[in-house]
Nanobody
Framework: QVQLVESGGGLVQPGGSLRLSCAAS????????VGWFRQAPGNQRDLVAR???????TYADSVKGRFTISRDNAKNTWYLQMNSLKPEDTAVYYC?????????????WGQGTQVTVSS
């Protein structure tokens, strides 16, 4: 069973930056891709970004041009660089170990890390 641990969240002012990390251990073996999702109170958990083992990426329209997903296959770790942060980016961010091309998460979830964008 794969286990995921997120880190890097925190409080940041609008326009600031944060870098999230997701470290996988155990039976990690992603076939389609890995990704990041976010969920604000009362909202659904939505896809933020996805990356395949070959580096192909997909982003939600709301974060295009501001967020960048990357991965280090040797370390079984992937990242989300978040720049030009806005208050509407405030949410709990979760990583997932298997995300289909459709955007559906079918892998394991991390515990979540809080990102708060506020002045």
């Amino acid at each position: 069973q794969v286990q995921l641990v997120e880190s890097g969240g925190g409080l940041v002012q609008p326009g600031g930056s944060l870098r999230l990390s997701c470290a996988a251990s155990g039976s990690f073996n992603s076939i389609f891709g890995v990704g990041w999702f976010r969920q604000a109170p009362g909202n659904q958990r939505d896809l933020v970004a996805r990356i395949t083992s070959r580096g192909s990426t997909t982003y939600a329209d709301s974060v295009k041009g501001r967020f960048t997903i990357s991965r280090d296959n040797a370390k079984n770790t992937w990242y989300l660089q978040m720049n030009s942060l806005k208050p509407e980016d405030t949410a709990v961010y979760y990583c997932n170990s298997e995300v289909l091309p459709s955007g559906q998460p079918i892998g394991s979830w991390g515990q979540g890390t809080q990102v708060t964008v506020s002045s």
